[in-house]
């Protein structure tokens, strides 16, 4: 039987989060892989860390990433992460590759997928994101009947940034803590400012909210962050 790549999305932060077929499968791999940054630090890893088994010993995979970084540079990352997680495949290995959140949301995994989904097994287990614990812990329903609502990236551009803005009932700006000043200024241009969220660390207990933008600390704020924009954030439905 074919080895299986599999993508697993850890969660948010909260390892209570992950579900119970994340834990079962990586209780019985052969190889987890995840990614770290400079220091070593994996946020997945720390996640999943009470569901890797005590009684065997797994080979474990680190990927050192800078999302900072240009795109060549990732996917040359990307395309040397492939090859060794080919290897083991090849060699009978089952694989887990963890990610934060979900897999296929902003996730790592759908890069190496691309690369390996036509020649091996691969199975997706998604995992609850990032705007699902930022819905949950400001109370603010993502959307409802006649509602619309966008997801964009911090590192779209500013007339995109500025159309959504202008257009959806609810939005989710994604890793913005490092431009959170710059996005907290285009709210305010689109005369949305009081309708804004910060968030940062979610459902771990490093968690910070910070329901008025006006208030933000000052300089940039960590990757694990987000923007939550609701016109229903100044008290319930419409």
Known sequence: MSATFYGIGVGPGDPELMTLKAHRVLQRVDVVCYITNAKGYSLAADIARDSLPATRRQRHLTVQIDMSHDRTTIDIIYERTAGEIRRALENGQDVAFLC???PLFFG???????????DFPCETI????????????????LTMLGEHLAIISARDDDDRLRQALDTFDTLVIMKGGRKRHTITAAI??????????????????????YPDLTRLPEGPGPYFSLFVVSRRHRGGAR
């Open 126 to 141: 998604p995992g609850i994101s990032s705007l699902h614990a930022a819905s949950a812990a400001t109370g603010l329903p």
């Open 188 to 209: 305010a241009a689109a005369g949305r400012l009081n309708e804004g969220y910060y968030l940062e660390h979610l459902s771990t207990p490093r968690q910070a909210l």
């Open 100 to 102: 934060e959140g979900d």
């Open 108 to 118: 790592s995994f759908a890069y190496l997928l691309a690369r390996l989904a036509d």
